[in-house]
DNA sequence: ACCTGAACACCGTTCAAGT
DNA sequence: ACCTGAACACCGTTCAAGT
């Protein structure tokens, strides 16, 4: 049931998702749903956690590195496949089971990778940061995955005026190249907060595997 | 104009801004509206532009640390106080007049430090992610900063069940201690990137003052 | 150039009622 | 328990018309 309401915000955006929009496509009148949700915020909230629920969990018994790593680039990947979900959770204040359980299985990893509880708190806030904020921007860029470089290059033009030297410089000397793919920033980024994680872990547990 | 359409959201959040809640607060009719912007969509890319334009500019000749991490701490203010925005960015995918002189003057600063072109991209990417997804989850917090201790204290019962040990240690051990910010984050995470690029700035650049 | 009333096709939701 | 029709107070926007 959920399910159909994550498919209808893939396919038409978070705008096509309605009562009346989900009624339709469950094959029911919109005032049915009002018997399983009380309003439909209630249902934006099982959609996010839905979501989240998406997300590979890391093991708490595995190389915390692999393990951290590997979550952060599925959940990019579940934001990227999702980006209408990113709006919805600046709204949403209140977890559901899917979060926690996600949330749970984080702090478990970096507690057992020996990080003391400010760190982990650091870390993961940091971490989550970059995820969110990262999805956000790949979400907002002015070229889809596809049509970059006709698009670039109209912007680049548009640069061309003198105004902006710093931007033409990194549109046409950067951006424009071939090979040129913002995702790859994801890596830099993911990089340099493992390595900080990596820096604060006490020696005595430092790759241990525990 | 946009100014009262952020003043409005401000107030009562982004549904309350409506094509005929902006017109009342104008003392007009809605229809006029249209005589100046095309579409709603228009209004809010303007709105978001104007949101933009608050966060203070970054001076490409000052110390590199000091107007970056300037910029940032203001990029999180600002968010914070119009933290609706946030979902707006999501969904706009061309950048106003303000928000490109803001690019620029971001990547002139990290330009005159002496960063590579890879590795400006790098830090940018980085830092905004970071910014707005601090944004996005210290709006959704589910304590607003006022009612904390009670809330937290709710949270916690609910996790006395035993089924999430590392996040009641986490709320237990930290969130409830006296003196906890989840805010104070942000100052933790910028100083990992801002470290992160200074370390990527060539010899012959480093603590030049230029 | 600037503003507007009426209307249309939508929303989420209430309420009272059906099985 | 589960579903529904009619209705209400909203949306953004079109269109034709006013000054």
């Known amino acids: 049931m959920l399910k159909r309401a994550v498919a209808i915000a893939d ?41 989240f629920g998406e997300i590979e969990l890391p093991a708490a018994d595995g190389d915390w590195r692999t ?17 209408w979900a990113i709006a919805l959770m600046e709204s949403r204040t209140t977890p559901g089971p899917a979060t926690l359980r996600h949330h749970e ?27 969110y904020g990262f999805a956000i921007q790949e979400s907002a860029l002015p070229f889809d995955r596809d049509s970059a470089p006709e698009v670039t290059q109209a912007i680049a033009a548009q640069f061309s005026s003198g105004e902006y030297p710093r931007l033409r410089e990194y549109a046409v ?38």
Chains 1, 2 share one sequence.
């Open 11 to 51: 396919a038409g955006g978070l705008e096509s998702l309605t009562m009346r929009s989900l009624a339709k496509e469950l094959g029911v009148r919109p005032m049915s749903l009002y018997h399983y949700f009380a309003t439909k915020d209630e249902i934006l909230n099982g959609v996010v956690d839905l979501v």
């Open 67 to 83: 393990e951290v790593s590997r979550r952060a680039t599925s959940a990019r990947a579940v934001l990227r496949r999702h980006s």
């Open 105 to 131: 299985a984080m702090l478990d990893t970096l507690r057992s990778a020996g990080l003391s509880l400010p760190m982990t708190g650091h870390a993961y806030a940091l971490l989550d940061s970059f995820v």
């Open 173 to 210: 000397e950067r951006v424009m190249k071939p090979g040129y793919d913002f995702g790859d920033e994801f890596a830099y980024g993911l990089g340099v907060i493992l390595d900080d994680i990596e820096r604060s872990i006490p020696a005595s547990d430092r790759s241990a595997e525990r």
